[in-house]
């Protein structure tokens, strides 16, 4: 049976269509053809990227092998801190400097390792790191949001097959972000513990421990969508302890076995959701949002606002569970 469910957080509706997803070629697969022969971020090649601003290393100096985990800015930035801070509005029209920065985090020196195949010990490296950079990068007042998102798979929109995430500093907050932080003004208690209560009722969760719970949406935008929630409300994302951070690691090693074992490996989409810096907030769980990339959004979903998801999320957790 199909129905239109609207999200809870933000103002759009999507069409669960069960079955959809049965016809024939409807879920997107590539095979990428890679030896990593020329590969820029593999160990060895540091040459080949711009001069590295962070890593973690076992040995060698800066731009040297001997790293497990190497933040270089991006060759071609979306933004930069050249140009002044600046709004300018006119009417209708209003416009920001392209200020702010633009990092990549190459994950691991080994080209054949992803998420799909890293230990809980390599994965928690690439969470350290994450926090590491937010807290360097908060320190500069322009920043307004730091977004931290990874692209796997040429569909997913990711230039490089060697794992790796990006990290922009922004100078505004994101309109998604915004969005939530509206509608959680608007509540008296925290809509989070409420949706992981409802998933728990309408048995959509995925897995948990003492300290995160991995669950899917009641409005998936896509087929087995996974958020990853940690229990307890936390606003900000940099908080995180190591125990944290250990805990989070065995949660997303087991999301990525059951997509491989499942889905065999898609393309996916991951991005954080954490609260802006400059807000103080006690109902607000920092949130890690994994969208497998299955289908493409086309005209309709363009259009409308409206997005077919052919995989309703109770049907992909017994799936993802199976
Ligand atoms: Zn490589
Ligand atoms: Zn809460």
């Known amino acids: 049976?199909?129905?239109?469910?609207?999200?809870?957080?933000?103002?759009r509706?999507?069409?669960m269509v069960p079955g959809r997803g049965k016809r024939p070629?409807?879920?997107?697969?590539?095979?990428?053809?890679?030896?990593?022969?020329?590969?820029?971020?593999?160990?060895?090649?540091?040459?080949?990227t711009p001069p590295e601003i962070d890593s973690f290393r076992v040995k060698g100096k800066a731009n040297e092998p001997g790293w497990k985990i190497r933040v270089v800015p991006n060759k071609y930035p979306a933004l930069t801190r050249e140009l002044k801070i600046g709004w300018v509005s006119k009417g209708l029209f209003q416009?920001?400097?392209?200020?702010?920065?633009h990092e990549v985090i190459i994950e691991t020196p080994s080209h054949s390792k992803t998420l799909y195949n890293m230990d809980e010990e390599e994965i928690s490296l690439i969470?350290?790191?994450?926090?590491?950079?937010?807290?360097?990068?908060?320190?500069?007042k322009n920043l307004k949001y730091i977004f931290i998102f990874k692209n796997y798979g040429r569909i997913a929109g990711a230039s490089f097959p060697h794992s790796h995430s990006q990290i922009l500093g922004l100078p505004l907050i994101p309109p998604f972000v915004e969005e939530e932080i509206k509608r959680i003004s608007d509540s008296l208690n925290c809509i989070y513990c409420h949706l992981i209560l409802k998933a728990r009722k309408d048995r959509r969760i995925l897995t948990k421990n003492s300290d995160f719970i991995a669950l899917a949406p009641y409005a998936?935008?896509?087929p087995y969508q996974i958020t990853v929630f940690p229990l307890e409300h936390k606003p900000y994302f940099e908080e995180i302890s190591d125990v944290e951070i250990?805990?989070?690691?065995?949660?997303?090693?087991?999301?990525?076995q059951r997509y491989n074992k499942i889905l065999r490996a898609p393309a996916f989409n991951f991005f954080i959701h954490t609260f802006p810096r400059d807000k103080r907030c006690k109902n607000y769980h920092y949130h890690l949002q994994i969208m497998p990339k299955l289908t493409l959004q086309a005209g309709f979903e363009m259009g409308s606002g409206i997005f077919i998801n052919p995989?309703?999320?109770?049907?992909?957790i017994r799936e993802l569970k199976s």
Do not use: Q
Not at 1 to 11: A, G, I, Q, S, V
Not at 311 to 316: D, F, G, I, M
């Open 13 to 15: 509706w999507v069409l």
């Open 311 to 316: 995989v309703p999320p109770k049907t992909a």
């Open 220 to 222: 998936s935008l896509v």
């Open 127 to 140: 969470f350290k790191m994450y926090r590491k950079r937010t807290i360097i990068l908060k320190e500069d």
């Open 246 to 256: 250990n805990s989070l690691s065995r949660i997303i090693k087991e999301i990525f």
């Open 25 to 48: 070629h409807a879920f997107y697969r590539e095979k990428e053809k890679d030896d990593g022969k020329v590969c820029p971020f593999c160990e060895g090649r540091e040459e080949k």
């Open 95 to 101: 416009s920001i400097k392209g200020y702010g920065t």
């Open 1 to 11: 049976m199909t129905n239109f469910r609207k999200d809870p957080l933000y103002n």
